[in-house]
């Protein structure tokens, strides 16, 4: 199984941008889906997740400015991003908890994308 994330770039103080994360493999269903993002020098912190019912939360540091989805026919998730600050340039990660079926077993993984990286110019 694989997240491949898609999206990121140079973008200007209150623009927008879209991030994609898409998952691959032998997936039997994708449970929560989010979006964490790190800084240098910070700690990676939450962002937005999104169930597999499409029940949301936020950070509030981007309540009202962010919005995650996701497309479970595609098992995509997105997020978009509006009226960037500064503060909101980091690598972007995004994670999915993951249900794969091994006869005669169904376990549940937690999945990592590889980043990608949100620059906000001032």
């Known amino acids: 199984v694989q997240l491949q994330a898609s999206g990121g770039g140079l973008v200007q103080a209150g623009g927008s941008v879209r991030l994609s994360c898409a998952a691959s493999g032998s997936i039997f269903s994708i449970n929560a889906m989010g979006w964490y993002r790190q800084a240098p020098g910070k700690q990676r912190e939450l962002v937005a997740a999104i169930t597999s019912g499409g029940s949301t939360n936020y950070a509030d540091s981007v309540k ?7 497309d479970n026919a595609k098992n995509t998730v997105y997020l978009q991003m509006n009226s960037l600050k500064p503060e909101d340039a980091a690598v972007y990660y995004c994670n999915a908890d993951i249900s794969i079926y091994s006869e005669p077993f169904l376990d549940e993984y937690d999945y990592w994308g590889q980043g990608t990286l949100v620059t906000v110019s001032s």
């Open 64 to 70: 009202g400015r962010f919005t995650i989805s996701r």
